[in-house]
């Protein structure tokens, strides 16, 4: 695998620095003690680290794959090298403070950072990263004992996270789980039940591992509103620090995936065979609220993990159309003595190049806007401004997690199509990027999950004002697209998606309202779709015209291609896929209802 086929480093450089002024960011106070350079410096090293020690364990991890065996779980053996550097160099808290165990940089660069140390290879990065968001929710709720026991060996690698949720019967429905929790003398709870599909749920890469668990107390409320959640050490932490016995939570299988082999996803029993001691995290009955603090970091995982895979991809079908010769071109199709020509020069494989490369930048713009938005956040002074930007990265959050997952993965299979019957194989790398990818849709919620949280809790925040600020940021780059030549004949159809979305949003939230409850939730992917394809509009707009701002000033001729193809993506996603998207607009405002009006045997089989 080449070095670029992992992210296009000219193109992270150019959404960080000229389509977001990353630079800016430095003339706050909390970033003061950093600049360009550093910024730069941090990624090169990233890259540096995943390119040469995490890449080359992707295709072999996933031949090893997880072995199981008398409860013990062990990951692929080529992982113990790269995740004991992955340690040593502190990569699993790049955002956080020094203080906590953090680099203290901004979020975009820890993003950027993280297209190359997720990119190489999510079955490994899984293991390394998962710790964040529970010494993040310890970090936020937990007391200060609590926080000297396990946050700072949480964010530097020392331990390992998972994340407790799922049950055999429960499946999404976390308000139906039965796990219990039982109050001891000591302050400490016993808890019992079987938690599944549990990611890097038990392996010997790190001497512990917090589980956060959900789980019902003694009297508890039903349904979600009963859920506590708990600390739960694989090695009991004893109150100087020190490790001291095995805690009652093992491992009892791994489950053989699709995609991730080098991934343990694993069933877990607690309290079957003694007492599974746990700690209380916050107040009883508030668990889902703290452990969406946690999920939500992870949907932003999930949305780079998505796009990453894409990335990869992408830029792997275009090496190999650029170095594949087949057939003769298109001009010459009928001269048997022509040469042949490499693939790129064939019309349709560059229609879905460019496809992919509109879905890949879009997307890594996505993504980066929300890091921007979090940095914002952390360094604003005004009140009105913080609450402004994180009721944004609320709203974005479940349609990047979506839409990434949905649009990356068929980035994936485009890819396998331009490598035809090769890409099918496993002597090429697109077959395992796609089955890696695929997963990004159902974790951490599936597809309609997230739709449902949009429609029904985001969309209306604030009695619509969020939404409207969205809109009213995507106007503000239209008018900017409006100065230049070259993106102004994009600003009349940018300005009919921004309206027509808004009538969407009225049309599916009006329905809900009206309770139209089966109808509204049916369309409610669809619309969540149109959201993340109006969004990208947006991004790749605002890119378009970043770009021949730069080409005016004078860029460098080394420089004109990469920014032409700006704006030439722009032209291509307008022109051919906003048409698609005004269609599912339309269908979306005429809300039909027969998906939910069809008798279940109509369905046949």
């Not at 090293?45 to 065996?69: M, S």
């Not at 993504?367 to 604003?380: G, K, T």
């Not at 077959?431 to 990818?437: F, K, N, S, V, W």
Request: charged share 25%.
């Amino acid at each position: 695998m080449a070095a670029q086929q992992v992210a296009d480093r000219r193109d992270i450089d150019f959404v960080l620095f000229d389509q977001f002024d990353a630079e800016s960011l430095t003339g706050h106070a909390v970033y003061a003690d950093f600049n360009r350079k550093t910024f730069e410096m941090v990624i090169n090293e990233a890259r540096k680290f995943a390119l040469k020690e995490i890449l080359p364990t992707y295709a072999l991890g996933d031949r090893e794959g997880v072995r199981f065996d008398q409860g013990r779980v062990t990951p692929p053996s080529c992982f113990r090298r790269p995740f004991e550097l992955f340690r040593d160099g502190e990569w699993g808290a790049l955002a956080e403070d020094p203080k906590v165990g953090g680099q203290g940089l901004p979020y975009l660069i820890s993003h950027a950072a993280g297209e190359y140390l997720i990119g190489t290879n999510f079955a490994f990065s899984s293991y390394a990263m998962l710790g964040h968001g529970c010494g993040k929710m310890i970090e936020l709720y937990g007391t200060e004992r609590q926080k000297t026991l396990f946050m700072k060996n949480l964010y530097n690698g020392t331990w390992s996270g998972t994340m407790l949720l799922t049950e055999p019967e429960a499946g999404s429905d976390v308000g139906a789980l039965t796990t219990s929790a039982k109050r001891n003398d000591d302050g400490t709870w016993s808890l019992s039940g079987s938690k599944i599909f549990i990611t890097s749920g038990d392996h010997d890469l790190t001497e512990n591992i917090i589980h956060p668990v959900l789980a019902r107390t003694e009297g508890a409320p039903p349904g979600s509103k009963g859920i506590s959640i708990f600390l739960v050490p694989k090695v009991w932490v004893n109150e100087d620090g020190s490790l001291g016995e095995p805690n009652d939570i093992v491992c009892t299988g791994i489950e053989e995936k699709m995609g991730l082999h080098g991934s343990a996803t694993c069933s877990m029993s607690l309290g079957s065979s003694g007492a599974c001691r746990g700690l209380l995290l916050g107040e009883e009955n508030k668990g889902m609220r703290i452990m969406f603090t946690m999920m939500n970091e992870a949907r932003l995982g999930v949305g780079i993990q998505a796009f990453s895979h894409a990335s990869a991809a992408y830029l792997h079908a275009l090496d190999y159309a650029r170095t594949r010769k087949q057939g003769r071109a298109i001009e010459e199709a009928l001269d048997p003595t022509a040469p042949s020509v490499y693939i790129i020069d064939h019309p349709d494989i560059r229609r879905m190049l460019l496809e992919m490369k509109c879905c890949v930048d879009g997307m890594r713009s996505f993504a980066y806007y929300i890091a921007l938005l979090m940095d914002h956040h952390r360094v604003s002074s005004d009140p009105e401004e913080r609450e402004n930007t994180d009721d944004l990265v609320g709203l974005l959050t479940p349609i990047l997690k979506t839409y990434n997952s949905m649009k990356g993965y068929e980035a994936c299979i485009k890819a396998i199509q331009v490598y035809g019957g090769a890409g099918y194989i496993r002597d090429y790398p697109v077959e395992q990027i796609a089955r890696d990818c695929k997963i990004a849709s159902i974790y951490e919620g599936t597809d309609g999950i997230q739709a449902m949280d949009l429609l029904a809790r985001k969309l209306g925040m604030k009695k619509g004002r969020v939404f409207m600020e969205l809109l009213g940021r995507m106007n503000q780059t239209i008018e900017r697209a409006s100065d230049s030549s070259a993106t102004l004949p994009f600003t009349e159809t940018a300005s009919t998606l921004v309206n027509r979305l808004g009538e969407c949003a009225m049309a599916i939230g009006t329905a809900l309202l009206s309770g139209e409850l089966r109808k509204s939730f049916a369309h409610s992917v669809p619309f969540l779709e149109i959201m993340g394809d109006a969004i990208i509009a947006w991004m790749l707009l605002w890119r378009a015209a970043t770009a021949d701002e730069k080409i005016k000033k004078g860029a460098k001729k080394k420089d004109l291609s990469f920014l032409e193809g700006q704006i030439k993506g722009a032209e291509f996603f307008f022109t051919n896929q906003l048409p698609v998207t005004f269609g599912k607009m339309d269908a979306l405002m005429a809300l039909g209802d027969a998906a939910v009006t069809m008798d279940d045997k109509s369905f046949g089989g």
